[in-house]
């Protein structure tokens, strides 16, 4: 076995002298690792050095733990502490990176992106491989090759006339010219010799080039200011007519600085306005009903069936412009509250052959549910769906229109985003609202685009939409986050208002050290604690000292990391909270309207849902607003009494609901249209009329309108018409009747507004990030299973006569009778054995085992792997081997 107290020679032995506090932070920070749960630290280690894993890890570090990677990718490897500092600080020194330098060294160490002790920091392969420069990829620090892989190619004469121009000695193989070159361009005072004599032409030439692309064009004639540079090797051909300037001699001009300019810290929320928090609160509320109106009143006009489903699936741009008309809203935002409603399962597709949308059945639990725990579960399928609105109107891969409701809409970040976005303004204090580009540099910075820097990245889009679709939802109010909203996040944001945010949520037990938005104390200029230098304590309690195993954490200051998602009962608790402290400010429902003279009524505020529900039918919404107006019209008196009303019933409900008289007019109305409701009767032939009136049938016949209708008479009081008999029915009341259609029984049909519903719903899954994010229970049997695995795989076996295979990873293999006397043997020893074991399925294993009882063809044992008894058929084990003394 290797000596615990040696320096780990590779990334598995640097996990294996990890504690389980230590690799549960991995697991939770790359869940990806644990699908499947790898049989040994071996496979873990493997796994986390697979090319997808560590995209997926760079892609989720911060600004500066990802330049602190550029950096080491472009250092020495292995390269200490001190050199990494050198190339993060330069010749200058820094303090604020150098305070910072051991957190980020602790992120990359904790995610396993770095291992080893600082004198001996190593990249892992694979990023190094991602973040070193190539030509085709040249790195985000602008540096170029080495000297050493510039002159790869180069032939060793060529290599020699350079080093003599450099004013060095001539050596006699070109390796050691290179290592005389490279001493050369790393020495800052024989270097600063050199270049004071350099033309200044020259010498303008490198600063184009010093912080790169490092990359640059000649001619087969260079001009005198490139020759110089290229017979002194500071610039060094790549290709024909390219050239590249060596990464020592870039340093050199840096002043040793891997990186442009270096942020250690997030950038600063900046406020853009502040106001009472109690204004924030009741203008959030104000939203919060406008936007419970707005979903009913979208469902409601898709109450008898809403716009069909395109073939592709979704709705059409006719029927979203058709919406946002009805909704005065743009059609962005009937976008965003179609798919709001989507997403909380309270719209979808009827399934039937002419497919259409309308409201489900939950719909109309909805509507029974309070005020507040209706835009409780808004405000939460909001934040956790994955579907964005904001990209309806767009173009996908294949340049195909992005519709609302349609394919192609989920972004599984966009949870993530509009949860950290909130989460930013709940660190604000109360009633401050943020300045949105300050959002978006906190955003880039927590989580940068390894690629070109791009104006319009997504998550950048996302947190806009995010701001936007907050306020109208009421989750803010004038750009801050309201008290109700700052409960969607959970306790942890919630406790923390007012002040900045500086811990993630309480994931589970971590050894990071405390969260601060800054440093308590400058750090030294030259040289800050490496992240190994704070000696943490054994489990013992003892400190630790050099020879211990390689300390993984560290206490130091760190900016907030983002607080990981809640869970799905942790969300519906938060919504629960937070749709009380709602509740209060929500207005409470009015019984009474006021009728006026005019035909209309106006509501002074939100109406009871039965109120609200008649007066839909009974009249038409003229305007919107502090109060809303309906009015009386034929058309809406006659709708009232389709849907089985009488016109006594219309008068009591009036009188019984109306602050002020019923006016005249009014009245006048309703007795008008329920006298000649239902004199005409519209039935199935292709379609038929029928009045006892015979006059209004000649009267109907006369009419030029009717043409389109094709009717002709059957009898004195019967016309027939070559029309569906819905196209008669509009036919006739657009002709100024008031026709009522009839069953094939004659009696008089009832038409109710929400007659159509679909079948039962679930609303969309959300489309995960990746892996979930493992809970402590299967963390901790991940961990057990793993550290049993490893213990199989790397115990030492006692060489034996008897077993044959086993090294090499292996099953051992003995013969039946072996293999029964070596178990009964350690029954009555109590030894542990090392087994083969091949399980139902075909899929072999090794196991540490203790048996305990042998009989009847099976073994009882408990198995070191999985920390369990088990027990085992005889005839399923290949093979048995003892183990090593200094290990029994």
């Known amino acids: 076995m290797s000596d615990p107290a040696a320096p780990p020679r590779s990334l598995a032995e640097a996990l294996r002298a990890r504690d389980d506090v230590s690799l549960a932070v991995l697991l939770r920070s790359r869940p990806d690792l644990i699908t499947p749960v790898p049989t040994d630290l071996t496979q873990l280690a493997t796994r986390a050095g697979t090319r997808a894993s560590v995209v997926r890890a760079l892609e989720r570090l911060d600004r500066f733990a990802l330049q602190t990677a550029q950096a080491l990718a472009v250092a020495a490897d292995p390269a200490t502490y001190d050199e990494l500092l050198g190339l993060m600080t330069g010749d200058a020194g820094d303090p604020t990176v150098a305070g910072a330098l051991p957190r980020a060294v602790g992120t990359l160490r904790e995610q396993a992106l ?152 997030p950038p600063v929320i900046e406020p853009a306005a502040t106001h009472r928090p109690q204004v924030v609160d009741a203008t959030a509320a104000g939203q919060a009903y406008t936007a419970l109106a707005t979903v009913e009143e979208l469902l409601k006009d898709w109450h008898e069936g809403g716009p069909a489903v395109l073939r592709a699936g979704g709705l059409s741009v006719r029927d979203l412009k058709r919406t946002a008309v009805a909704l005065d809203v743009p059609e962005p935002v009937a976008a965003f509250w179609v798919e709001l409603a989507y997403a909380a399962g309270l719209l979808a597709s009827d399934g039937e052959a002419d497919e259409r949308y309308a409201a489900t059945p939950a719909y109309d639990e909805w509507l029974d549910q309070p005020a507040a725990q209706r835009w409780g579960l808004l405000a939460q399928a909001w934040l956790t ?36 976005v909130l989460t930013l303004l709940a660190a604000l204090p109360e009633g401050t609202s943020p300045a949105a580009e300050s959002v978006l540099d906190r955003l880039r910075w927590e989580r940068p685009l390894r690629g070109p820097q791009q104006e319009d990245d997504l998550r950048s889009r996302l947190a806009r939409w995010t701001l936007h679709e907050a306020e109208l939802l009421g989750v803010t109010g004038r750009g801050a986050l309201s008290a109700h909203g700052r409960a969607l996040l959970g306790p942890g944001p919630s406790a923390a208002a007012g002040k900045p945010a500086t811990a993630r949520r309480d994931t589970g037990p971590s050894a990071t050290g405390p969260s601060t938005t800054a440093p308590d104390r400058p750090a030294s200029a030259t040289r800050a604690t490496p992240p190994s230098a704070a000696a943490p304590s054994d489990p013992s309690g003892s400190p630790a000292g050099p020879g211990d195993k390689l300390p993984v954490h560290h206490e130091h200051p760190h900016p907030a990391a983002p607080p990981e998602p809640l869970s799905a009962a942790e969300q ?40 609200a529900d008649m007066l839909g ?9 502090g109060a809303t107006v309906y009015r009386f019209t034929p058309g809406s008196v006659r709708r009232a009494l389709d849907a089985g009303r009488s016109a006594s019933d219309l008068h009591a409900f009036l009188a019984e609901h109306a602050r002020t008289p019923v006016p005249q007019p009014l009245a006048y109305l309703i007795d008008d249209v329920a006298r000649k409701h239902g004199h005409l009767r519209v039935g199935a032939a292709s379609a038929y009329v029928r009045c006892d009136d015979d006059a209004m049938l000649n009267e109907i016949l006369a009419d030029k309108r009717a043409a389109g209708l094709r009717l002709r008479r059957l009898a004195p009081t019967v016309l027939a018409a070559q029309a569906e008999p819905a196209a008669l029915l509009e036919g006739l009341r657009a002709m100024g009747f008031a026709p009522a259609a009839e069953s094939a029984e004659g009696d008089v049909l009832i038409t109710r507004a929400d007659a159509h519903r679909t079948p039962p719903r679930t609303a969309p899954e959300p489309v995960p990030d990746g892996p979930p994010t493992p809970d402590d229970t299967l963390l901790a049997a991940a961990i057990r299973a793993i550290r049993a695995g490893d213990l199989a795989a790397t115990t030492p076996r006692r060489p034996s006569a008897a077993s044959t295979s086993v090294a090499g990873g292996e099953l051992p293999r003995t013969t039946s009778a072996e293999t029964l006397a070596a178990m009964q043997a350690a029954v009555l020893t109590g030894e542990a054995l090392w087994i083969g074991y091949v399980n139902a399925e075909g899929a072999a294993s090794q196991r540490v085992v203790a048996p305990v009882r042998v009989e009847g063809g099976f073994v009882t044992a408990y198995d070191h792997t999985a920390d369990e008894v088990r027990t085992y058929p005889l005839h399923r084990i290949t093979g048995v081997a003892e183990l090593a003394d200094d290990d029994v």
């Open 114 to 265: 770095v291992w080893g002790g600082d004198d001996r920091l190593r990249l892992v392969r694979t990023a190094r491989e991602l973040l070193a420069p190539t030509p085709q990829h040249p790195s985000p620090t602008g540096l170029g090759p080495t000297v050493q892989e510039a002159t790869a190619g180069m032939s060793p004469g060529r290599i020699q006339e350079i080093v003599t121009t450099a004013g060095l000695p001539s050596t006699h193989d070109a390796v050691s010219a290179v290592s005389s070159l490279t001493a050369l361009f790393t020495d800052r005072r024989r270097m600063a010799a050199l270049l004071a004599d350099a033309p200044e032409e020259s010498l303008e030439v490198l600063s184009r080039l010093v912080w790169g692309p490092p990359y640059g064009q000649v001619t087969a004639d260079p001009a005198p200011r490139l020759r110089w540079l290229l017979d002194r090797g500071l610039l060094l051909p790549t290709a024909p007519g390219t050239v590249v300037l060596p990464r020592e001699v870039a340093l050199h001009l840096r002043a040793g600085r891997a990186h442009r300019a270096t942020e250690p810290l």
């Open 385 to 420: 769906a994955t579907r964005t609105a904001g990209l309806v109107g767009g173009r996908d891969a294949k340049d195909r229109t992005l519709s609302a409701l349609g394919p192609g809409l989920d972004r599984s970040a966009a949870p993530e985003v509009r949860h950290r």
């Open 572 to 611: 519906a608790a938060a919504t629960a909270t937070a749709a009380r402290l709602l509740a209060p400010l929500l207005p409470e429902p009015l019984d009474h309207v006021l009728l006026q003279a005019d035909l209309t009524a106006v509501a002074p505020g939100p109406l009871r849902r039965p109120l």
């Open 617 to 625: 039918i009974l009249a038409d919404v003229e305007s919107k607003g």
